[in-house]
């Protein structure tokens, strides 16, 4: 039974910042999708850092980053 874990409740929405134009735009915190995480709405590139989380490794980002950019082709 999963009764007692049914959902994960939707969070906000979180503030990131564009690594292309720099631009503060919020998306869902729960995404992971394109549909989730459309990318910047300014210049449409999907390359982010959070402002309200602990920065990442910079390594970590752009490794995903690239598995995002190998995703489109
Ligand atoms: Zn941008």
Do not use: F
Not at 30 to 39: E, I, L, S
Not at 49 to 62: C, D, F, M, N
């Amino acid at each position: 039974m999963e009764a007692a874990h049914a959902r994960t409740p939707l969070r906000a929405l979180e503030s990131v910042c564009c690594l292309e134009c720099g631009d503060i735009y919020s998306k869902p915190v729960a995404g992971g999708t394109v549909q989730k995480n459309p990318g910047c709405p300014e210049c449409g590139y999907v390359g982010w850092i959070p402002l309200s989380l602990p920065a990442e490794p910079p390594v970590l980002v752009a490794a995903r980053r690239r598995r995002r950019l190998a995703r489109e082709r």
